[in-house]
Every structure is written in structure tokens, then in C-alpha cells.
């Protein structure tokens, strides 16, 4: 399971608690130290990349070895022959772009280097946020909140063209959609 994949399916799990707990200490220790606010970003930026691939490294681990245990007392034999539930019908289109539409739009937008673009975004909402000035929060949670809508609006654009054209939507829609198809994006 890639990274993102995982952190997603994590969110609402105590693997969260495990990584949230000890970044904020971190935060209240740097803010205790006295640094400035772009050392203070940086630092934080620097923990939360460590920090993830850390606590994603540790849980892979316990869930493996607690997977691996079940299996040998037998508590999951059935669980591999447990039949798929049919994907659901289409529900409401999304107002905001989802997560998986935010990276099929990098690709369409940056192509081969929406790697690059998507971390320099990240970088730069990431520093907007320490910068010590209400406006400048609030500006780049602005901003956005215009991007996400934009974004949404193209997904809704997309889904209701491919659902008037009855094809199955492709990997960045199908979560909006309800299906799970597994077709790379088209780049045209």
C-alpha cells in the first residue's frame, strides 16, 4: 500500500494520535526555544516528514505481526474468502476536489513534474501557516479553500461528463463516484 494510501486510511485510527501527540510537544518546545517563525516551520516541516515515516514504518510493523498472529490462531481464515460488496451507487458530487483528484489534477496541470509542484505548494501553505500574522493564515487558508472549490468544480465537471457518456469513471473520480476502477488517468 503506497504512503498517501495509507496515511488516508489512518486518519480516524490511534496510528493518528501516535504521530499528532508528539508533534505538538515538538511545536511547544520550538515555540519555547524562541526561534523564529520560518526556523520554527522548517523544524516542524523537517519532524513531520521524519516523524510520519517513522510511526507509518512502526504501525506497518504491529499490524503485520498482529495480522500474522491471527492468521496463526486461526482467527482470520474466513476473512480471505469474505465476498466484495458491490460498489455503491453514485452519491452527491463533491463541492470540494477530493484527494484523489487533487493528484490527477497536478498531473494534468504539471505533468512529469507535479512532484515538484505539489511539494512547493505544500511548502509554501505549510510556511504561510507559521508565519506570525493572522491576515497571512487566514489569506492562505483563503486561497485554498478557492483552490479546493475550483478543483471541485473541475471534478464535478469531469464526473458529469463521464456519467452522461455511461462509462465507468477513471482512478481520480471513481471516489466521487462510488466506483473503484483501477485505469490509469488519460493525459490528453
Not at 45 to 66: K, N, P, Q
Not at 81 to 110: G, N, S
Not at 131 to 145: D, E, H, K, R, T
Amino acid at each position: 500500500m503506497p504512503t498517501e494510501q495509507f496515511w488516508h486510511l489512518a486518519w480516524f485510527t490511534p496510528i493518528m494520535l501516535a504521530f499528532w501527540i508528539p508533534a505538538f510537544i515538538f511545536h511547544d518546545c520550538l515555540v519555547l526555544l524562541g526561534g523564529a517563525w520560518w526556523q520554527n516551520g522548517l523544524a516542524c516541516m523537517a519532524f513531520a516528514v521524519l516523524w510520519t515515516g517513522l510511526v507509518e514504518r512502526w504501525s506497518r510493523g504491529y499490524l503485520a505481526r498482529r495480522r500474522m498472529r491471527a492468521l496463526t490462531e486461526g482467527g482470520l481464515e474466513d476473512a480471505q474468502e469474505a465476498p466484495v460488496p458491490p460498489p455503491a451507487l453514485p452519491q452527491k458530487l463533491p463541492v470540494f476536489a477530493t484527494h484523489e483528484f487533487w493528484d490527477y489534477a497536478f498531473l494534468r496541470l504539471f505533468g512529469r513534474a507535479r512532484g515538484v509542484a505539489a511539494r512547493l505548494t505544500d511548502f509554501l501553505f505549510f510556511m504561510a501557516f507559521f508565519y506570525p500574522s493572522g491576515l497571512v493564515w487566514v489569506g492562505a487558508f483563503s486561497l485554498l479553500l478557492v483552490i479546493s472549490l475550483c478543483l471541485g468544480a473541475w471534478q464535478r465537471r469531469l464526473l458529469r461528463r463521464e456519467l452522461a457518456a455511461a462509462t465507468q469513471p477513471g482512478p481520480a473520480l471513481a471516489e466521487a463516484s462510488g466506483s473503484r476502477v483501477s485505469r490509469p488517468p488519460r493525459i490528453a
